[in-house]
């Protein structure tokens, strides 16, 4: 299976502070997603960084891609209270249609 | 319409009784998608939709799970004899055709159906 894997399992921060959250994968894929989830329901499309990219912007998010380590990493930075929620890396691979998804990391951020 | 709808939202049956799950995708999104989500748990694929073909069955987890699409949107995922096991948050997506060039990207999620077995 092409699931992922998001380190750490949880994460608690001051607001404030950034957070940093890392994904790892198996196989060679297309793209990469980020996506974001709010008491266990429906998961919002945060942003998409493709293999043939290393670094991607969207507000205060940051996504970085190494595909020799195939590894990503989400960075949010000024966190907010709002901002807790749990967090999915997913990956296309190569040739497929469908997007696997890691495990997740659950951020708490502490007002 | 203007996002994914699912219905019910919530759904309690008791064990050994047949429950439909319903999805209606984005106007024009071709691909659709059904994950299922466990307490505390990733998502785990079910089933993929290319308009109403279904290119890859391969995460259904028995044969007492199965789905159809309709006219290219709306899509039903039918589980029967439920088991307790089958208790989880049925998610589904849909998107823009892969191949699209740069305009396939993310999947757009609805709001899920609880559904809990009892």
């Known amino acids: 299976s092409q699931q992922g894997e998001e380190d750490p399992q949880a994460l608690s921060i001051q607001e404030g502070e950034n957070a940093t959250m890392n994904c790892s994968y198996k196989t060679s894929i297309n793209n990469l997603q980020w996506y974001r989830q709010n008491s266990g329901r429906g998961l919002v499309h945060l942003i998409l960084?493709?293999?043939?990219?290393r670094e991607k912007h969207s507000g205060r998010l940051r996504v970085t891609l190494d595909t020799s380590k195939k590894s990503s990493s989400l960075l949010i930075t000024a966190s907010r209270a709002a901002d807790t929620a749990s967090y999915f890396c997913?990956?296309?691979?190569?040739?497929?249609?469908?997007?696997?998804f890691g495990t997740g990391t659950r951020l708490t951020v502490i007002p | 319409g203007a996002g994914v709808s699912q219905s019910p939202s919530n759904k309690v049956t008791e064990k050994g009784k047949d429950v439909e799950l319903r999805c209606d995708p984005i106007s024009g999104h071709t691909a659709l998608y059904w994950y299922r989500q466990s307490l505390g748990q990733g998502l785990e694929f079910l089933i993929y939709f290319q308009g109403n073909s279904a290119p890859d069955k391969s995460g259904l987890p028995s044969d007492r799970f199965s789905a159809e699409r309709t006219g290219g949107s709306v899509s039903t995922l039918t589980i029967q004899r439920t088991q307790q096991e089958d208790s989880a948050v049925y998610l589904c997506?849909?998107?823009?055709?892969?191949?699209?060039?740069?305009?396939?990207?993310?999947?757009?999620f609805g709001s899920g159906t609880r559904l809990t077995v009892v």
């Open positions: 997506a849909s998107s823009l055709a892969p191949g699209q060039g740069d305009r396939w990207g993310g999947y757009t």
């Open positions: 997913a990956t296309r691979e190569t040739g497929a249609n469908n997007l696997f």
């Open positions: 960084i493709r293999s043939n990219e």
